[in-house]
């Protein structure tokens, strides 16, 4: 995720040991990158966290409205029947 370059902020935070060994063994001795690493992946979990929530609401939103579209589809059937004869027969 390519973002605009913003100001830094200093935080001090708490990793467990083998989080650590494993930053440290990604980005070997080069700090700066170690932030950017840690900053990146904040906001690609962030990212991920959104597109989840985002894809819950959707189906739960299509989950509630179920038996609504069914009806439609259901009262809408005949139309569509008698009136797609009658289109397709034009452009054949």
């Known amino acids: 995720m ?7 902020r200093r935080v001090n935070i708490t990793l467990r040991e083998d989080t650590v060994r494993l930053l440290e063994r990604a980005v070997p001795k080069m ?7 840690i900053d990146e992946a904040v906001w ?3 990212g991920r ?4 929530a985002l ?5 739960e939103g299509y989950a509630r409205r179920a038996e609504r579209d069914r009806q439609l589809v259901e009262e809408w059937f ?3 029947a ?4 009658a289109e397709h027969a034009r452009k054949g």
């Open 2 to 8: 390519k973002r605009e370059q913003s100001h830094c």
């Open 31 to 37: 700090r700066p990158n170690r932030s950017r690493l």
């Open 44 to 46: 690609s979990h962030i």
């Open 49 to 52: 966290l959104s597109r989840g």
């Open 55 to 59: 894809r819950r609401r959707l189906h």
């Open 78 to 80: 005949d139309v569509a």
């Open 82 to 85: 008698e009136t797609w004869p």
